[in-house]
């Protein structure tokens, strides 16, 4: 039996106007909320003291900078007891959440910029839950349990059905069965005192995303609707202060909006109050399975000791292990690049620029790559050695943004040839490097944290940014099969953890370059590199903690206060 305890604070963020984290539209403002926003924690301990902490945000995404400020008070707070390597920080990935809480460029960008205040808020209702749920923790059974989701249920539909259809390892699926091709499966952590469930938290992946970019209001979405009515019937049960966390699994690929025939005028057909209520059904989905999953009999006990690592590696140069790689012996990964495929957007969630735009961009990519290649193009050798690298790593991509080198179609930022007219993000971006706001700050992580969570015989992998259901599938068996000889009897999959660059894709979906492939920011072999990477950091996990020697030390490098201060506090668009 393991001590623990749970709570819950609201993230004290008032819509002033700045836009929404999610949709990269900065014309998505908010001006009220429709529901409260939470940071829902979980705290365990087991005999020896050890301990896990879960946090969910009800935000679109975490950041170094969330997780940092939140590390640096808990360690102020519980002192030498609290365990870095053991403090998960996630988020449900709503669309509908306040933005501005990084200290990188891009994402933080249709905001416009840093929000200070932004971030305090998150950080206090972060550390004052996990602080409450320490303080309140209690002998209390943990155990595990999971089940299916019937076809029949409208929850999720894979939303690049070309591309899930590369891989050799799923089955495949005509137009009309993207429901099938997804993980259908959630499972559940359960807790529960002298025999009453007091507390779950739920994994199952699928966007936040049932309510549009033309709504206004900040809003839990699917996952923190499920996540109340999920706490209302524990309490009407007889829980005392339940929590419910619902977090993301493998949701990369995953949409809570139809895919199929006629997917977009069905979609474009759903506006309004119409799209909190199928927000809430959607989240009725989820809170119902879950809820039927912890009333079940047949549940999986776990006992046994906490473990965790943590490390953080430069994903701009990982080398993949061929073994991972479709056995290439050069599978490496590259500075960060986006694609025009991320800029295009998705066709039913989310669409970005407009189709005649992309084609322009596509066209001006392909003619900047074959001038590179040319040996008319007099580059000096390290530069067409750092070109034909970058492209081979890259594969397919139509490559508008260098993000790793600031630059978009051989540009730097702040000479891009688009006109400010044609979109605003295009502008802001202009602006700040104009004012030199990004000379020396990153636009995007390359440092990222991997971490792993050992509660008994359950071990929980857990992965910054989004990854595909395939991708996830892979990523779990590597590292099942590296836990084993410890005793691990199950492997569970958590994303959107301790920080956000972007898309995993295997390399298969990556030929296909829709908007996941040209989100997948170090090239086509990311998924190798994770599991390579993630498959060193078990294997540590095989060791006494005193003997590993994973690096515990590196973390991502703060961007200079002097330009961190240049993109703050911005005036809200009107």
Same mark, same amino acid.
């Given at each position: ?174 137009? &009309? ?46 996952k923190g609707y499920a996540a109340a009515q999920a706490e209302q019937q524990l309490m009407a049960s007889g829980a005392s202060g339940a929590v419910a966390i619902f977090a993301q699994g493998t949701a990369g690929d995953v949409s809570p909006h139809?895919? &199929? ?248 979906e990556y030929q296909e370059q829709a908007y996941e492939g040209g989100h997948t920011i170090f090239g086509q072999w990311t998924l190798a590199a994770f599991q390579t990477r993630f498959a060193h950091l078990a294997d540590e996990l095989l060791k ?31």
């Amino acid at each position: 039996m393991y001590q623990a305890g749970w709570n819950k604070q609201e993230i004290g963020i008032s819509p002033r106007g700045y836009a929404m984290h999610g949709f990269g539209q900065p014309g998505h403002r908010a001006y009220g909320q429709e529901t409260p926003l939470y940071a829902r924690s979980l705290v365990l301990k087991d005999a020896e003291g050890q301990a896990a902490i879960f946090c969910c945000l009800d935000l679109g995404y975490v950041t170094q900078a969330m997780r940092a400020g939140a590390v640096e008070r808990l360690q102020q707070h519980l002192g030498e007891q609290f365990n870095e390597a053991g403090f998960v920080l996630t988020c449900t990935h709503t669309h509908s959440g306040p933005g501005g809480c990084s200290h990188d460029v891009l994402y933080n960008l249709v905001t416009p910029g840093f929000v200070p205040e932004h971030l305090e808020a998150v950080i206090v209702a972060t550390v004052d839950s996990v602080v409450e749920a320490w303080q309140s923790a209690a002998p209390t059974e943990l155990s595990l349990a999971s089940a299916r989701f019937d076809e029949a249920v409208p929850v999720a539909w894979n939303r690049s059905l070309n591309a899930w259809n590369r891989n050799p390892d799923v089955p495949r699926y005509r137009e &009309g069965e993207n429901h099938k091709a997804l993980e259908r499966q959630m499972q559940v952590l359960r807790l529960s005192r002298a025999g009453q469930v007091q507390s779950l938290l739920s994994l199952f992946g699928v966007h936040a995303t049932c309510l549009s970019n033309s709504l206004d209001r900040h809003d839990g979405d699917n996952k923190g609707y499920a996540a109340a009515q999920a706490e209302q019937q524990l309490m009407a049960s007889g829980a005392s202060g339940a929590v419910a966390i619902f977090a993301q699994g493998t949701a990369g690929d995953v949409s809570p909006h139809y895919h &199929g025939p006629q997917a977009l005028k069905r979609r474009q057909q759903l506006t309004g109050r119409a799209e909190y209520v199928y927000a809430a059904e959607n989240g009725r989905h989820q809170s119902q399975l879950a809820l039927s999953i912890v009333a079940a009999p047949d549940q999986q006990q776990i006992i046994g000791a906490i473990d965790s690592v943590l490390t953080y590696v430069d994903f701009s140069s990982v080398h993949a292990d061929p073994a991972m790689a479709n056995g290439e012996t050069q599978a490496w990964t590259s500075d960060p690049c986006h694609g025009v495929s991320f800029f295009a957007g998705t066709p039913v969630d989310g669409l970005g620029v407009a189709p005649p735009l992309a084609a322009v961009m596509r066209a001006g990519a392909r003619m900047l790559r074959r001038w590179r290649m040319s040996p008319l193009s007099r580059l000096s050798p390290s530069e067409r050695q750092y070109y034909q690298h970058l492209y081979a790593v890259q594969g397919p991509k139509d490559i508008l943004m260098e993000s790793g080198r600031k630059q978009a179609l051989g540009l730097p930022l702040m000479q891009l040839s688009l006109p400010d007219a044609v979109d605003p993000l295009v502008a802001e971006l202009k602006r700040q490097a104009r004012i030199g706001a990004v000379n020396e700050s990153a636009l995007v992580p390359t440092v990222l944290p991997l971490q792993i969570i050992i509660l008994g015989q359950l071990a929980l992998v857990c992965c910054p940014g989004e990854f595909t259901t395939t991708a996830g599938r892979r990523l779990l068996d590597t590292v099942m099969k590296r836990l084993a000889p410890r005793g691990i009897e199950q492997v569970l999959i958590c994303t959107y953890c301790n920080d956000y660059m972007g898309y995993v894709t295997t390399n298969e979906e990556y030929q296909e370059q829709a908007y996941e492939g040209g989100h997948t920011i170090f090239g086509q072999w990311t998924l190798a590199a994770f599991q390579t990477r993630f498959a060193h950091l078990a294997d540590e996990l095989l060791k006494d903690d005193p003997l590993r020697t994973h690096d515990r030390k590196t973390r991502p490098v703060q961007p200079p206060a002097a330009e961190l201060a240049l993109r703050s506090n911005l005036s809200p668009r009107s």
